[in-house]
């Protein structure tokens, strides 16, 4: 019998970055209508606020282990520019997705897709007030 071999391979040099969690954050046109799409509409509970001479500016939102910020625009960069645009965000729950679905169609969220089977899941996508899309799926038994 020789030598074991590994079981694992070397790290590559220079190390590639591994992280522990991502949180995104949208610069919104009006913090307090995507705060009440994502806390009423989806779920999402505000973890941390921030107020500026009683002005709402931002929220950090969580639902379960995950994070997403949300910050007023202060429009220094034009009042019409896009947003949205070329992203989207994908989350996976164990909770029923119709149930999430049906939360946020009571509550008037534009739905773009589904619910119905997407790839190796069962979800649907919705948009939020600023064009965010956010695709709620759970994985396929």
């Known amino acids: ?5 590994p079981t694992h391979s070397r790290r590559q040099l ?3 970055l591994r992280l522990r969690s991502i949180t995104p954050s949208f610069t919104v046109n009006d913090v307090q209508r995507s705060l ?4 009423d509409g989806l779920g999402f ?3 941390e606020k921030w107020e500026e001479n009683g002005q709402l500016m931002g929220v950090m939102l969580k639902a379960g282990a995950c994070h997403l910020g ?3 625009d202060d429009f220094s960069k034009g009042r019409d520019r896009p947003k949205g645009l070329g992203f989207r965000i ?7 997705v119709d149930a999430v679905y049906n939360r946020l169609k ?11 089977e997407q790839w190796d899941s069962y979800g649907f996508t919705a948009e939020d007030p600023d064009g965010f899309k956010i695709t709620i799926g759970r994985a396929k038994s």
């Open 1 to 5: 019998m020789g030598n074991p071999q």
């Open 14 to 16: 220079p190390e590639s």
């Open 36 to 39: 009440e799409f994502y806390r």
């Open 45 to 47: 509970f505000v973890s």
């Open 70 to 72: 949300l910050s007023q």
């Open 90 to 96: 994908w989350c996976d729950t164990f909770q029923d």
């Open 106 to 116: 009571a509550f008037g969220g534009v739905i773009v897709e589904g619910p119905g």
